[in-house]
């Protein structure tokens, strides 16, 4: 069965450092995506970034990268040069090629102090 | 160019109401999602359009749960009979089909359900 897990219930940074949060995945698919969204407390998940299970390199977009390690099955989100405005929850979600639902993990909360 | 919009935002019910929440996907966008979230976890998949065809449902969905999308466009999720444990946050999301890659799936803000 597919799977996300988030060892992370919560992350501190201070801000303008970078911060690493974990994801690892499980499945048996050799076709697959990996995506990252950002949850603030309004409610609305933001899309981050992409990262498809054949791409040699690992995705950026601005601020975030995803540290793509395929042997590992890990898909760890970067947030460069953190600011206040990216307290929030974040979700990594893994989506196969043969059906058209996100499997989501259990999040990470991230505080970012002044 | 307009995001996923939900309406409402939140709704208050009494244990054993219907209602029904809905979903205005980006415009060009032809597949359309339900989810529902609950309190400290991650959204969990309820169902799929393709256009106005309901070609994926998840086992959370009973019998009490239906979705629509007559024209393709906009989307309804009706509860009937509502329980205590329906109370949770309904996300709608809609994609483009893309050939060679996964769809990226737009979310909206949610309606937040709670059942009394």
């Known amino acids: 069965a597919q799977k996300i897990t988030q060892t992370q219930p919560g992350m501190f940074v201070q801000e303008k450092e970078a911060v690493t949060l974990d994801c690892t995945y499980d499945?048996?698919?050799?076709?697959?995506?990996l995506f990252w969204y950002k949850q603030p407390s309004s409610g609305e998940m933001i899309f981050l970034i992409y990262?498809?299970?054949?791409?040699?390199q690992n995705a950026t977009e601005g601020r975030y990268s995803l540290n793509f390690q395929k042997a590992r099955k890990s898909a760890n989100l970067v947030i460069s040069a953190s600011q206040l405005g990216d307290s929030a929850m974040y979700f990594c979600?893994?989506?196969?090629?043969?059906?058209?639902?996100?499997?989501f993990g259990s999040g990470t909360r991230l505080l970012v102090r002044p | 160019d307009t995001g996923v919009s939900q309406d409402p935002r939140h709704k208050i019910t009494k244990r054993g109401q219907n209602v029904t929440f809905r979903c205005d996907p980006i415009s060009e966008h032809n597949r359309l999602y339900w989810y529902r979230q609950t309190l400290g976890q991650g959204p969990e998949f309820l169902t799929y359009?393709?256009?106005?065809?309901?070609?994926?449902k998840s086992r959370l969905l009973s019998d009490r749960f239906s979705a629509e999308r007559p024209k393709g466009s906009f989307s309804t999720l009706e509860i009937q009979r509502t329980e205590q444990g329906d109370s949770a946050m309904y996300l709608c999301a809609s994609s483009l089909a893309t050939s060679g890659s996964a769809d990226t799936q737009y979310f909206g803000p949610g309606t937040r359900l709670t059942v009394l």
């Open positions: 979600a893994m989506i196969m090629d043969s059906s058209y639902k996100l499997i």
């Open positions: 499945t048996s698919d050799q076709s697959y995506g």
């Open positions: 990262q498809g299970s054949y791409d040699e």
């Open positions: 359009f393709q256009n106005e065809a309901q070609l994926e």
